[in-house]
């Protein structure tokens, strides 16, 4: 995994230098801040391991890589606003709106959010470009991760005037699914896509997509009860006092452990199903259910 984590890194560096020539120096700087800080690139990851497992290239799926981690990075310059979930440390560094105030902070999640689809657009002929700024937006946006934000923020009781519906499991499996394994799906998805294979692959990537997803954000969880705040690089320990729906809230921490462990079988079983193309997948779900950070 470590030479496509590097190509990453290169990627989008030189992505957001060549796009942003044009734009307020003190912009970019707040954009690239947070872009390009140590973030484990889950995202670009899956894109890429999705692109090769369906038999294509690893050029092939960079862009999209990209701008998955463009729309990933806006959403945690905003989901740690005050207005959300008020954080201050992030990847091991002060939060963006601690950092460059919160206009700023805003405003380079909103650039960033832009420079995600213009990314596909140039990376892409139209025809390729267009399906794939689709999948991007659905993944992204009311019905996706931006939808999940709001279903986490009702659950906290920030956004006032809703009810939650239905019972906790359901809300959690509702708020994970939305928040967190929506634009994981569109990774998968996106690299599949610019693949441009002949076989569709949609079953084999949907119930990778599933398990995952829910593995990640267990263990996200997890972290929050776990870890400390040099090791992750976040605030931990404040879940519960903010009145989050989480996993081992909801049935504990051992449950959640064992949780993780049923998830990521299930994602290394569904990783097997692309054969040795698979292998690099089933390791990435690995990662995620030993991860520290
Ligand atoms: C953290 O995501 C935020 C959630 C979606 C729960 P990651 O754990 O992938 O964060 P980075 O990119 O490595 O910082
Ligand atoms: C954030 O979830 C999900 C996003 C879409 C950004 P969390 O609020 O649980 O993420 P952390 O714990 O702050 O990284
Ligand atoms: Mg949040
Ligand atoms: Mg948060
Ligand atoms: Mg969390």
Known sequence: ??????????????????????????????????????????????CILACEACGGTMAQAIPSACALEMIHAYSLIHDDLPAMDDDDLRRGLPTCHIKYGEALAILAGDALQALAFETVCRG????????????????????GMVGGQVLDLIADGRIKGMLPQGSETSQLEAIHARKTGALFRSSLRLGKLAAQGE????????????????????TDDLL??????????????????????????LIGVEASRAKAKELADEAIRAANTFGVRGEYLAELARFVLHRDR
Do not use: H, W
């Open 1 to 46: 995994l470590k030479p496509r984590q590097a190509a990453i890194e290169k990627a989008l560096a030189e992505v957001l230098r060549s796009s942003t020539t044009e734009a307020p120096p003190i912009l970019v700087e707040a954009i690239g801040y947070s872009l390009l800080a140590p973030g484990k690139r889950l995202r670009p990851m899956l």
């Open 124 to 143: 892409y002929e139209p025809k390729t470009a267009t399906v794939l700024c689709l999948e991007l937006a659905q993944g992204s946006g009311a019905a």
């Open 199 to 218: 076989r569709d692959f949609g079953n084999e990537l949907n119930a990778y997509a599933k398990a995952f997803g829910m593995l990640f954000q267990v």
């Open 224 to 249: 929050d009860v776990e870890s400390t705040a040099e090791v992750a690089g976040k605030r931990v320990n404040k879940d519960a006092e903010r009145g989050k729906l989480t996993c081992p809230g």
